[in-house]
């Protein structure tokens, strides 16, 4: 069965830095695309980008380039995502999700979300 | 602004059939079969229910089919029960900026 397992939810000031993580298992994590979904509180959800572990290839959303840093540690099947300095708009529910490339970029299975809040 | 344009709200009452529409580019759902809706429910991940178009993952019931017809696209749920309560997102692969999702919209059944 294929799982991706958050990082715990995190309550942080602005300009703060942070890297949140996913753990993936039941599957080859190398072989798939991972990213992260972000959904603001009462809104919809964004696409914020992709990697694929076997060589580091990351793919980002134009809204998102610049903002946050996407990498993976395929020895330990884990994919992150990091800021260097948390504003409050930041403030979101952020899901990791395993992509499928021949299939457009389907989501097939999604982690339980981590809640990132930034406040002062 | 989303990518993709959903209506913010859809209702209809236990039994009835409700369509939710998704509108894109030529860029977007127009150019590529690869259109998919993800059901979320509060506190929940998304959950696929339709991929391509029109196709059901294994467990998804058979009142979910989706269709599309130039830059739109549509999921329609029949036969409503209750536990279909939820938002609804289209998404497309969309090219070079790779996925798009639509603002979602708020199924209630009455």
């Known amino acids: 069965e294929v799982q991706l397992v958050q990082s715990g939810a995190e309550v942080k000031k602005p300009g703060e830095s942070l890297k949140i993580s996913c753990q993936g298992s039941?599957?080859?994590?190398?072989?798939?695309?991972i990213g992260w979904v972000r959904q603001r509180p009462g809104k919809g959800l964004e696409w914020m980008g992709i990697?694929?572990?076997?060589?580091?290839?990351?793919i980002y959303s134009p809204s998102f380039q610049g903002q946050v840093t996407i990498s993976a540690d395929k020895s330990i099947s884990t994919a992150y995502l990091q800021w260097s300095s948390l504003k409050a708009s930041d403030t979101a529910m952020y899901y990791c999700a395993r992509h499928l490339r021949y299939s457009g970029y389907l989501v097939d299975s999604w982690g339980q979300g981590t809640l990132v809040t930034v406040s002062s | 602004q989303s990518a993709l344009t959903q209506p913010p709200s859809a209702s209809g009452s236990p039994g009835q059939s409700v369509t939710i529409s998704c509108t894109g580019t030529?860029?977007?759902?127009?150019?590529?079969?690869?259109v998919f809706w993800y059901q979320k429910h509060p506190d929940k991940p998304p959950k696929l229910v339709i991929y391509?178009?029109?196709k059901r993952p294994s467990g998804v019931p058979d009142r979910f089919s989706g269709s599309k017809s130039g830059n739109t696209a549509s999921l329609t749920v029949s036969g409503l029960q209750p536990e279909d309560e939820a938002d609804y997102y289209c998404?497309?692969?969309?090219?070079?900026?790779?996925?798009?999702f639509g603002g979602g919209t708020k199924l209630t059944v009455l």
């Open positions: 391509e178009v029109s």
């Open positions: 998404s497309s692969y969309a090219g070079s900026i790779y996925v798009v």
């Open positions: 039941g599957y080859k994590f190398s072989s798939y695309w």
């Open positions: 990697i694929y572990p076997d060589d580091s290839d990351t």
């Open positions: 030529s860029s977007d759902v127009g150019a590529y079969n690869f």
